[in-house]
Nanobody
Framework: QVQLVESGGGLVQAGDSLRLSCAAS????????MGWFRQAPGKVREFVSAISWSGGRAYYADSVKGRFTISKDNAKNTLYLQMNSLKPEDTAIYYC????????????????WGQGTQVTVSS
């Protein structure tokens, strides 16, 4: 069983930056693909970014490519999402998730989820 706890969300202005963190505990010896998803009010949960267990492969949604960077520190069991040049349309609850396998951009591939952290970007 893996527990995931996100932090780092907040209220910022368009153009600002935020760094989200996701601390993992329990079952961290397993090799999970880690991902970030987000969900805005009235919208479906959407893929943002994912990273392989080794950190050697990273994937991004087209909407965040070039602005967001995913990274992880296996020694600290922590996943990060650096978000630059934030836009109002990035406003959502951001969730981190762990997957034992499957399609990285499909939310049903993920087995464990955090509780989410709110990111609000004002114009």
């Amino acid at each position: 069983q893996v527990q995931l706890v996100e932090s780092g969300g907040g209220l910022v202005q368009a153009g600002d930056s935020l760094r989200l963190s996701c601390a993992a505990s329990g079952g961290t010896r397993s090799r999970y693909t880690m991902g970030w998803f987000r969900q805005a009010p009235g919208k479906v949960r959407e893929f943002v970014s994912a990273i392989s267990w080794s950190g050697g492969r990273a994937y991004y949604a087209d909407s965040v490519k070039g602005r967001f960077t995913i990274s992880k520190d296996n020694a600290k069991n922590t996943l990060y999402l650096q978000m630059n040049s934030l836009k109002p349309e990035d406003t959502a609850i951001y969730y981190c998730a762990a997957s034992q396998g499957g399609t990285y951009h499909y939310y049903k591939s993920y087995d464990y989820w955090g509780q989410g952290t709110q990111v609000t970007v004002s114009s």
